[in-house]
């Protein structure tokens, strides 16, 4: 996978910080990463968003009838796991179907991890400088 979309591993950690982030207790990390799938089309999109590809519904619709081998339809619902993920992202990277942050980074040569990275980064200094602020008043 190119790194301007994020990865399968990538992703799982980025799930996993926020799990985190969201109070999730160590122990109870690996059955809640395992029950974000099979999903639903609209979860599947904003999966697809986050590691970098469009992800509208009719790019997915789109992608469904293309590929060989489609999210399995179950009672008229589309069931998504981690691999139909997977797969899309690469079609819709070679498709050059990417996000604007994806190519973004991808002119600007910065992978999915060092975007992540720098967020973190401001992020991390904003909470600093309000630390500091309510510290000192």
Same mark, same amino acid.
């Given at each position: 996978?190119? %790194?301007?979309? #994020?990865? &399968?591993?990538?992703?799982?950690?980025?799930?996993?910080?926020?799990?985190? $982030?969201?109070?999730?207790?160590?122990?109870? $990390?690996?059955?809640? $990463?395992?029950?974000?799938?099979?999903?639903?089309?609209?979860?599947? %999109?904003? +999966? @697809?968003? @986050? =590691?970098?590809?469009?992800?509208?519904?009719? =790019?997915?619709?789109?992608?469904?009838?293309?590929?060989? =081998?489609?999210?399995?339809?179950?009672?008229?619902?589309?069931?998504?796991? #981690?691999?139909?993920?997977?797969?899309?992202?690469?079609? $819709?990277?070679?498709?050059?179907?990417?996000?604007?942050?994806? =190519? %973004?980074?991808?002119?600007?040569?910065?992978?999915?991890?060092? +975007?992540?990275?720098?967020?973190?980064?401001?992020?991390?200094? &904003?909470?600093?400088?309000?630390? +500091? %602020?309510?510290?000192? +008043?």
């Amino acid at each position: 996978m190119t %790194s301007y979309v #994020a990865s &399968r591993k990538e992703y799982d950690d980025y799930c996993r910080d926020n799990f985190i $982030l969201r109070g999730v207790a160590t122990k109870d $990390l690996p059955a809640a $990463l395992a029950e974000r799938y099979p999903c639903a089309t609209a979860d599947a %999109s904003k +999966e @697809l968003f @986050l =590691h970098g590809v469009q992800s509208k519904p009719w =790019h997915i619709e789109r992608w469904c009838a293309a590929t060989d =081998h489609p999210p399995r339809v179950i009672g008229g619902a589309r069931l998504w796991w #981690a691999a139909d993920i997977d797969r899309a992202v690469g079609d $819709l990277v070679d498709a050059d179907r990417l996000t604007h942050g994806a =190519h %973004s980074r991808k002119l600007n040569g910065l992978s999915w991890a060092e +975007e992540r990275e720098m967020i973190r980064a401001v992020m991390e200094a &904003r909470h600093a400088k309000a630390d +500091e %602020s309510i510290q000192q +008043e």
